[in-house]
């Protein structure tokens, strides 16, 4: 059975980078045909796709975020890591990782639904403020 864990810092300064880490188990993060995500979800809104890192280890990002983010992996640990730079008060949310069957790069919108995910971590709050 696959599970994912997300670990990291639930407080980040302003301007800092935000990391964190999702620890897979039970499954191997190089499995075809497997996405794995990054998904947030700041208090009182709806799902928000950040980007997601390939079976084959390519990297897809929300475009209005892309310059700040980075999404890699490491393999002997079966790891994938977010890091999210020049955080502000607006990147305060609980943080998921998933995992998803489907390319976000073939669909024009954002992967934002629970249902397009099987497997989802339990979310970490990270609060960013000083």
């Known amino acids: 059975q696959v599970q994912l864990q997300e670990s990291g810092p639930g407080l980040v300064r302003p301007s800092q980078t935000l990391s964190l880490t999702c620890t897979v188990s039970?499954?191997?993060?190089?499995?075809?045909?497997?996405?794995w995500t990054w998904i947030r979800q700041p208090p009182g809104k709806g799902l928000e796709w950040l980007g997601a890192?390939?079976?084959?280890?390519?990297?897809a990002y929300r475009p209005s975020l892309k310059s700040r983010t980075s999404i890699s992996r490491d393999t002997s640990k079966n790891q994938f890591t977010l890091q999210l730079n020049s955080v502000t008060p607006e990147d305060t949310a609980v943080y998921y990782c998933?995992?998803?069957?489907?390319?976000?790069?073939?669909?024009?919108?954002?992967?934002?639904?629970?249902?397009?995910?099987?497997?989802w971590g339990q979310g970490i709050q990270v609060t960013v403020s000083s």
């Open positions: 998933a995992r998803t069957v489907h390319d976000p790069t073939h669909h024009d919108m954002p992967l934002e639904k629970r249902d397009d995910y099987d497997i």
């Open positions: 039970g499954g191997s993060i190089t499995s075809q045909f497997y996405y």
């Open positions: 890192i390939s079976y084959s280890g390519g990297a």
